[in-house]
């Protein structure tokens, strides 16, 4: 296929199964355990600690790389949870029409129309700072604009002819959103994914870096957070090892799954091809 030829898909997967990777195996490319002291505070980098150790002598290095599974953890969780449901509501409003799609068409608009970054930053205050609470909170604001395409998508398929021979054969609602929408929409459903991942590593960093996390986990986030409470870090080369890796990291993450979903967009997307 010539999309996956693209240049942004190539690199975009690269950075992608390298994040994956690293996530995986973070058990055996950290030397040290990430919580715990390793050293002496704010050494250097050195053949012990490849990019030197935090105010408290933690190994940078194996915060970084633990905090590729935390990200892709939230990325892969929240892209889960505000996928189903946006695919959920989409079906069912495309396909039911009527008072179904209005009603559940309003509440898209509703929760498009609410200010997210403030609404993240409050619930992530009252709820807690646990992993899990991140994923249910950007899961459940990450589904409206997924729905809106898989919806606009399902009412052009609901009156293609194999739907109907399919309802006329006495098939059940489950039935053709299962057998014959869900396969359809498949690309759409790809394309909704990557977006949404990239979205969650960047809010679940920014909200860590917001000091909204779990103080007690590895992240990207906390690094940063971390790193930038200490007095003095930019008048020395400290910020070089400490708040440049992670901050690439984070970064990269998201360039990753950004690229693979504009790479994928022309094809999976009728709205671009239409547009076009």
């Known amino acids: 296929m010539k999309t996956l030829r693209s240049p942004l898909v190539i690199v975009g997967g690269a950075l992608v199964t390298m994040l994956v990777v690293v996530a995986v195996a973070a058990p055996l490319l ?20 490849l990019l030197g150790t935090n105010d408290i002598g933690q190994d940078i290095f194996s915060q970084v790389v633990w905090g590729a599974r935390s990200s892709l953890t939230v990325a892969v ?10 695919v959920a509501v989409g079906i069912l409003a495309g396909l039911a ?12 608009d509703v929760v498009l ?14 709820a807690g700072a646990r992993r899990s609470n991140l994923v249910l909170i950007i899961g459940l604001t990450g589904w409206p604009a997924t729905a809106r395409i898989i919806r606009a998508q399902a009412l052009t398929l609901r009156q293609r002819g194999f739907v109907d021979a399919s309802r006329g ?21 790809v394309t909704g994914f990557v977006s949404v991942a990239a979205h ?8 860590a870096f917001l000091g909204l996390a779990d ?3 590895v992240s990207w986030g906390l690094i940063l957070n971390r790193a930038l ?6 008048f020395t080369a400290l910020w070089t090892w400490w708040v440049l890796p992670a901050g690439s990291a984070v970064t990269l993450a998201v360039l990753g799954f950004t690229f693979v979903g504009v790479g994928l967009e022309p094809a999976f997307n009728p709205r671009w091809r239409a547009n076009r």
């Open 30 to 49: 950290a030397p040290y355990d990430p919580r715990a002291l390793s050293g002496a505070s704010l050494v250097r980098p050195s053949a012990h600690h």
């Open 77 to 86: 969780g929240s892209a889960l949870l505000a996928v189903g449901l946006g």
């Open 97 to 108: 029409g009527g008072w179904v799609d209005a009603i559940a068409m309003r509440i898209v």
């Open 113 to 126: 129309a609410l200010p997210l970054l403030p609404l993240l930053v409050l619930i992530a205050a009252l």
């Open 169 to 189: 054969f006495g098939a059940g609602f489950g039935h053709v959103a299962r057998r014959h929408l869900l396969p359809a929409l498949g690309p759409l459903i």
């Open 200 to 207: 969650a590593v960047l809010v679940e960093a920014g909200l």
């Open 215 to 217: 103080p007690t986990g």
């Open 229 to 234: 409470l200490h007095q003095g870090l930019y």
